[in-house]
């Protein structure tokens, strides 16, 4: 009976490193397939292979802080106080964010891309964002509007 145990008791350990080595390797494989599609969003980008470097400056502003540096790091500065007028309850009420981005739509000199915040609690937005590209070759938001 002892034997039975101590027989079992191996199998499981054996199974249980098994399955944390099968499963780092697995990990480590390239993935080459696309996100979900979401109902407000549609296909949703993948930060691990962003298509455009807006997708990182999403993220980047979108979980920053809330306020006056808020503006001057992230927003263009002609459209600093339309944004502020227009969206400072909004962002003040939930920044730093979890972000959620859409796939980018490119224009001329300017790229569109739709982002859900998950603020703190219940509280969530959808909002279009628009980047255009500032001084300095950096991309910085133009506009925004609700969804």
């Known amino acids: 009976m002892v034997i039975v145990g101590i027989l079992c008791l191996q199998l499981v350990l054996v199974g249980l490193f098994a399955a944390s080595t099968a499963a780092g390797a697995l990990s480590g494989l390239p993935w080459h397939g696309q996100l ?66 859409g796939t980018p739509s490119f224009g001329k000199d300017q790229v569109s891309i739709a982002v859900r915040l998950h603020g703190q609690g219940e509280y969530a937005s959808t909002l279009s964002v628009v980047w255009v590209l500032g001084s300095g070759g950096r991309w910085m938001i133009g506009s925004i509007s609700s969804r």
Not at 79 to 87: A, D, E, G, P, T
Request: aromatic fraction near 16%.
């Open 36 to 101: 979900p599609n979401d109902s407000t969003l549609g296909q949703v980008s993948d930060p691990a292979y962003p298509v455009h470097p807006v997708i990182w400056r999403s993220y980047e502003a979108f979980s920053d802080f809330y306020g006056p540096l808020w503006y001057e790091k992230h927003v263009h500065p002609e459209s600093r106080f339309v944004v502020n007028k227009m969206y400072d309850a909004l962002l003040a009420g939930v920044l730093p964010a979890t972000v959620s981005l």
